[in-house]
Structure formats: structure tokens, C-alpha cells
């Protein structure tokens, strides 16, 4: 008897990802790309039209952030699993995401293998994330986490959506444009990140972020 087959939607505003996606599954028998969307619009859109197993979610889209994407999406569909697939450093951003609901986190420099098991692993009702972010997650779900790590966890989860935007070189009136706020609002964000890191001048701040997000160099604790 077959086994059926689990359904996903791929959420990423690159549609060479969603090629690539469906190209790398196409001989899965047990895994099938029902849906493609590449904003929140389009996600939201196309969940109500059909609402598969598990969603595949980039961090960085068109009209806004994968996280708050997730939190949405599990407010809609609290059943929903969905897999973090990004570019953005695990480090970073696992224990946000999963704080609202991400059950998983893979990196695209993975290799393809890791995306597979990541997928059959939460399918299978498992979080899927390296050892050191799964602790980290476990640690403050039992409430022994309250201690920020380092500077970069005190940030909000807006101030890190802008941390990372400044890290992939976009300036204040693109950061704008891409969160739809004021770039006055973008201007105080910016002041309050500087000053939550320590950093003496915005220059300070590109250059950090720029060495974080890009480079994955994170600043000693």
C-alpha cells in the first residue's frame, strides 16, 4: 500500500528557490509542492485556497519578514508546521522563530539531504534544529533562559528585523520601502539598536552588521 503522500507549500521570494525545490522533491514519493508563493500576500492568499502539511519559509521576503509570517500563519493554522529555509544565521534567528511557532530551521547552504530529513522530521512530529539551538530553545522553554546571551539578543524582534537589513546593505529609505514604516521610525530603531550594542556611531553599526549577517562573524560575549 503506497504511503500517503504529505503536502507542502514553499514560501520564498526567489522563484529559482521554488524551481529548485521542486526539481530536488520531484522523485520524493512521499513529499509533494502543492503551492509556490513568494510574499505574505501570496501565502496568505493561497492557504485559504489549500492548506498543506508543512510550509517551507524563507526569512527575507518582498513584502515582508518570514517571522512575522509564521506568527501569522499560526494564529490562522495552529496545526501548521512550518520549516525556516534561509540564508540567515541559525544563530540568530532559531530561537525567534521558534518562539512563534517554527518547528524547524535548515540553512541553504546546507546540503539537499539536510532539507529532506528536516522535513520528514517534523513530519514525523520532531523539532529539527542543530543541537546548540535545540537546547537553547528547550533551556528557555523550562524557563532557565531569561539571561540574554549577548547584546544581539536584547535587540526586539523589529530591531533585528532592521539589524539583519542593514547587514545585507540596505539603506534607511530601502528599509522603509521594505517594512513600510517611516524613516523616521527607521531612524530611532537604528539609534536604539546602536545603543542596546554599544556602538559608538552608526558606521559602527553598518559595519557590525554587515560582519554578522554576511559573514556569520558574531562579536565575543
Known amino acids: 500500500m503506497k504511503n500517503e503522500t504529505s503536502k507542502i507549500m514553499v514560501i520564498d521570494d526567489h522563484p529559482i528557490i521554488h524551481d529548485g525545490l521542486k526539481t530536488l522533491l520531484a522523485t520524493e514519493d512521499d513529499l509533494e509542492i502543492i503551492a509556490v508563493a513568494s510574499s505574505v500576500e501570496e501565502a496568505l492568499l493561497k492557504l485559504q485556497e489549500k492548506l498543506p502539511d508543512i510550509v517551507i519559509v524563507d526569512l527575507s521576503l518582498g513584502d515582508s519578514d518570514g517571522t512575522f509570517l509564521i506568527e501569522q500563519v499560526k494564529k490562522l493554522y495552529p496545526k501548521l508546521l512550518v520549516l525556516v529555509y534561509t540564508m540567515s544565521e541559525e544563530k540568530l534567528f532559531a530561537e525567534r522563530t521558534a518562539a512563534v511557532g517554527a518547528n524547524g530551521y535548515v540553512m541553504k547552504t546546507s546540503p539537499p539531504a539536510s532539507l529532506k530529513s528536516?522535513?520528514?522530521?517534523?513530519?514525523?512530529?520532531?523539532?529539527?534544529?542543530?543541537?546548540?539551538?535545540k537546547r537553547r530553545i528547550l533551556r528557555k522553554i523550562q524557563g532557565h533562559s531569561n539571561r540574554p546571551r549577548?547584546?544581539?539578543?536584547?535587540?526586539?524582534?523589529?530591531?533585528?528585523?532592521?539589524?539583519?537589513?542593514?547587514?545585507?546593505?540596505?539603506?534607511?529609505?530601502?528599509?522603509?520601502?521594505?517594512?513600510?514604516?517611516?524613516?523616521?521610525?527607521?531612524?530611532?530603531?537604528?539609534?536604539?539598536?546602536?545603543?542596546?550594542?554599544?556602538?559608538?556611531n552608526g558606521k559602527a553599526l553598518d559595519r557590525l552588521a554587515y560582519e554578522v549577517i554576511k559573514k556569520g562573524k558574531f562579536p565575543k560575549q
Open 118 to 133: 528536516a522535513i520528514r522530521t517534523i513530519l514525523s512530529g520532531e523539532l529539527y534544529f542543530t543541537p546548540e539551538s
Open 150 to 200: 549577548s547584546l544581539i539578543d536584547t535587540l526586539s524582534n523589529r530591531e533585528m528585523d532592521i539589524f539583519k537589513l542593514i547587514g545585507e546593505g540596505l539603506d534607511t529609505v530601502t528599509i522603509s520601502e521594505h517594512l513600510k514604516i517611516s524613516r523616521n521610525t527607521v531612524d530611532t530603531h537604528r539609534i536604539n539598536i546602536k545603543n542596546k550594542l554599544e556602538l559608538p
